[in-house]
Structure formats: C-alpha cells, structure tokens
C-alpha cells in the first residue's frame, strides 16, 4: 500500500481497500463486503471525533470553571455577607431606632 | 392580629447620598477658573489601582506601629518563591525568604520613608513641599550589587490650571511633562525625556476625560507605547475598568477587564487579560487595624498559578 503524505499534525489512518472474499461462507462474503468496511471506517472515525471533542471541551470546562472559581465566587461571598450585615443592621435599628409600637 | 407596622426605615436614606443636579443654567464653563489637573504620572491612576491590585505568591505578614502622630515604623516579612527572569519560556522559581524594616515620617510638609531588607537593598522617598506651588520629590534604590543602584530627583511646580514636572536621574535621565486642564473635564499633556546612558529620547502625549462617573484616558509615546483605559463607576460601591496598551515598536497587544468592589467589611478587585491571565485581590477587614489578604493568579497560557495570603496589622 502506498503510504499517504501526512497533512497537518492530524489525518486519519489509512483506508484499506476492500477485500472481496469470493471463496468462503456467506458470513465472511458479506463482512468482506465494501457497504460493511465503510461503515467499520465511519464507526471508528466517528470514535476518534468525539475522542478529540471530549478532550477540547474538557479543556475548555477546566479554564471556564477555574476562572469562575477565582473571580466570581469571592464576589458571590462577599455580596452575600454585606447583604446580611445590611439585614441585621436594619434589624437592630428598627428594634433600638424607634420607639416600641403597641401591638393591636 | 395582622398589625401593620409602619416603621419608617430612616437608615436606608441616610446612607445614600444624594448628588446634587446641576441645573442647565450653570452649564457656562468659567474658563478662567478651571481645576487643577492631576499630576503627569498619575493619569492612568484609575485604571492602575483597579486593575493592578499588588499580586504576590507566597506569605506577606505587615505590621506597622504607630510610635507618635507623625512617625511610625513597619515591620514586613515575606516568605515565598521568588521568580528569576530567565530566558527560556519556562519560569524559574527558588524559594526565597525576607524581612523588612522602614520608618515613616509623614508631615504636612515633609515625608519621609525608608525601608532596608535583609538582602542589603536599601529604598528611600523623600517628598517636600518647598513653597506652596512647589515641591520635591525624590525616591532612590540602593543595592550591594554595582551599578543597579537608581536614584530620581523631581521638581513638581503646580499652577492654577496646569502643573509642570521636571527630573533628573542617575545615568544622565532627563525627563520633562506638563499637563494643562483646558475644560472642567478634559485635560491634555505632554513629556519628554532623554536617557544619557542608553541614548534614547522620546517624546509623548496624553488625554484625560473624566466626569463623577467615568475617567477615560490616553496615552501615546514614541516608544512605541498606545495606552488607553476607561473607568466607569457603577455605582458607589463597584467600579468597572477596561484597558487597552499596544507596542506598535514589538507589536505586543494586550486587553483587560477588570471590577472593584468596594464593600464596607473588604474590597474585592478582579481581572482577566488578553493574555489568558486571570487574576483576584481581596483585603477583608477582619478587625479594626486587623486586614487579612487574599491574592491568586492564573495564568493559563503559561500554566503558571500563584496564590498567595498575608495579614497587615497596623493603622
């Protein structure tokens, strides 16, 4: 088999050729069959896509949630702590600021 | 039963204040009696402090008392892995460890500052005001090593609308600027320099915008430095900064967007970079004189990550 120039850093591996198995059972005519050695080729490229987009995805969802950690997460903290320290302020100063209502 | 409490809330409107509306009638520019610029240097001031907060690897402890009204001393020690710039991609770290003493002497007219680190490297501010209008300004570094020790001498001469500065450097560094405020809200400047030992000179402008709500500056130089940034201000508490530089001499092209909150109990400023950097500060006030701080950056291009934690006791 001539061996195919490499273009890029990714190619595909080599198509083989379809055998046609002429003398044998059914079973191995039809496995040697062009219809089922494209379908094995597609199967197998089709492994080797979504290989690679798991990867650049994951990729991707360390770097994005990383960087959330980092600048969104204290700022989630410390809105959360100024909104209870405003709730307990205003709190404490409907409870000593005004004189006590009565109660109906 | 169901009581309806009216309780007037009057803390809510205490705590906001209110910005007094211009009317259309003073919208007459006094030309005549237009503020005083902010100085030369600090034209990018905005930008610098939201979004290069001091980012450090390692352990940082300060402590600074307070011995009379005017002096005080400072004690600092820092544990961490120092980065040595070397010329390969890869980043060099080596663990290093130091501590630092400095006194202050701060005065309505004079201040003085000096700290010196256990590595022999000696840094000294000397800031005066000789007249009203002018003052003095000088800062050295003194180190064991030959020749990287620097010293810089400035006169600053602030007039009624504009200021001017002149410096002078060890090396034979000449440097000269002048900003001048030609509306309320627009000023615009230029400086010039002359370094003796590495034979260059360069010459360069800048624009400054700003209103209560945002600050937009420019700056241009012929070495090859376009530095634009804009600070919004949200609102009382958050401030939002974009910057923009471009070495048209390297073609170096770096963005960042950056926020700062300003909180009651902490302030929280981040940024991220064009450069795939991205980078949190917090100091929290975890008592009165008692700030903790927080520093991380993450550097994914380089896969270089640094955090780092320190406590600053003192006034």
């Known amino acids: 088999m001539a061996s195919q120039p490499r273009r890029g850093g990714v190619s595909l591996p080599e198509r083989r050729a379809a055998k046609s198995d002429s003398n044998g059972s059914i079973i191995s005519k039809l496995s040697g069959s062009p219809i089922v050695s494209r379908g094995r080729q597609a199967a197998s490229d089709a492994v080797l896509v979504t290989r690679k987009l798991l990867k650049s995805t994951g990729k991707a969802a360390w770097i994005a949630g990383t960087t959330f950690l980092i600048l969104v997460v204290p700022l989630?903290?410390?809105?959360?702590?100024?909104?209870?320290?405003?709730e307990l302020e205003l709190q404490q100063a409907s409870l000593l600021g005004t004189p006590p209502q009565p109660q109906k | 039963m169901a009581a309806a409490l009216n309780v007037p809330l009057t803390t809510s409107t205490t705590t906001v204040t209110t910005i007094p509306q211009m009317t259309k009638g003073e919208e007459k520019v006094d030309y005549l009696n237009l503020p005083c610029p902010i100085p030369y240097e600090e034209i990018h001031r905005e930008a610098l402090m939201s979004l290069k907060p001091e980012l450090f690897e390692g352990m940082r402890f300060d402590f600074t008392k307070g011995l009379n009204q005017k002096f005080s001393l400072s004690h600092s020690v820092f544990m961490g892995p120092m980065e040595i710039p070397s010329q390969s991609s890869e980043t060099i770290k080596i663990p290093a460890a130091h501590y630092e003493f400095g006194a202050n002497f701060i005065d309505p007219k004079l201040m003085l500052f000096g700290r010196i680190m256990t590595d022999g490297r000696l840094n000294a501010r000397v800031k005066c005001d000789l007249t009203e209008n002018l003052s003095l300004k000088?800062?050295?570094?003194?180190?064991?090593?030959?020749?990287?020790?620097h010293g810089m001498v400035s006169f600053d001469y602030k007039g009624k609308d504009y200021r001017t500065q002149f410096q002078l450097g060890n090396g034979a560094l000449f440097g000269a600027n002048y900003i001048q405020s030609v509306t309320?809200?627009?000023?615009?400047?230029g400086e010039v320099f002359w370094a003796?030992?590495?034979?260059?000179?360069?010459?360069?402008?800048?624009a400054r915008y700003n209103t209560d709500k945002m600050v937009a500056t420019g700056?241009?130089?012929?070495?090859?430095l376009v530095a634009l940034s804009y600070v919004q201000?949200?609102?009382?508490?958050?401030?939002?900064?974009?910057?923009?530089?471009?070495?048209?001499?390297?073609?170096?092209?770096?963005?960042?967007?950056?926020?700062d909150?300003?909180?009651?109990?902490c302030r929280l400023r981040g940024k991220i970079d064009s450069n795939g950097c991205a980078a949190a500060f917090l100091e929290e006030r975890l008592n009165m004189g008692l700030n903790f701080i927080l520093s991380a950056e993450l550097d994914h291009r380089k896969k270089d990550y640094k955090f780092g934690f320190g406590l600053t006791v003192g006034e």
């Open chain 1, 76 to 86: 989630i903290i410390e809105m959360d702590r100024e909104q209870q320290m405003n």
């Open chain 2, 233 to 259: 201000k949200v609102s009382e508490k958050v401030s939002l900064a974009s910057d923009f530089m471009y070495n048209y001499m390297s073609k170096d092209v770096t963005a960042s967007f950056g926020y």
């Open chain 2, 196 to 206: 003796g030992q590495h034979r260059k000179s360069g010459i360069g402008y800048a």
């Open chain 2, 261 to 265: 909150y300003i909180l009651r109990q």
């Open chain 2, 184 to 189: 309320p809200h627009l000023s615009f400047g």
């Open chain 2, 219 to 224: 700056q241009v130089a012929s070495t090859g």
């Open chain 2, 138 to 149: 000088a800062n050295s570094q003194l180190t064991n090593e030959p020749h990287m020790s």
